[in-house]
């Protein structure tokens, strides 16, 4: 069986998107190694507590892993809230909302009513995407609210 066990989201800043990650969503570091021998490559990931899953916080690289133009756009895709997005659920989405407000996360959307469930939107130091959802089932899905989905 294969499972997903890290993905990752390019960052401006390490240290800022740790602090983010850690002090304001509330998340675990899983890893923080610097590699000496890779030019002092850090791998940074972190997780939400209790799961076996997690983001690695990458920074953009220079040449020659990628030139000045592509780093550059990957930047501006960031900027612009383009370079992906997370979805997250959780059982209370408006609780979560007050909960990550209070600790300083800048929500772009408020808790909506959506065809899915409540949904709500913020994002990272970076730019990158994040959408809360507190789901439900649509007509014609099966599974759970927080699981995958599959059209029946």
């Given at each position: 069986m294969i499972k997903?066990?890290?993905?990752q989201l390019w960052v401006h800043d390490q240290d800022e998107a740790l602090e983010f990650y850690t002090k304001r969503l509330g998340w675990e570091v899983a890893s923080d190694v610097t590699v000496p021998e890779m030019g002092n490559f850090r791998?940074?990931?972190v997780s939400p507590p209790g799961q076996d899953i997690a983001i690695t916080l990458m920074a953009i690289p220079g040449?020659?892993?990628?030139?000045?133009?592509t780093a550059g756009q990957v930047r501006d895709l960031?900027?612009?809230?383009?370079a992906g997005t997370v979805f997250l659920t959780t059982d209370d989405c408006r609780?979560?909302?007050?909960?990550?407000?209070a600790r300083g996360v800048e929500f772009t959307e408020e808790p909506t009513e959506q065809p899915y469930g409540l949904d709500a939107a913020f994002h990272d130091p970076s730019g990158n995407s994040f959408r809360i959802a507190e789901r439900r089932l649509m007509p014609g899905e099966t599974g759970?609210?927080?699981?995958?989905v599959a059209a029946g």
């Open positions: 997903l066990t890290t993905t791998w940074l990931a040449p020659p892993v990628m030139d000045a133009q960031m900027g612009k809230g383009y609780k979560a909302y007050e909960e990550l407000s759970t609210r927080t699981g995958a």
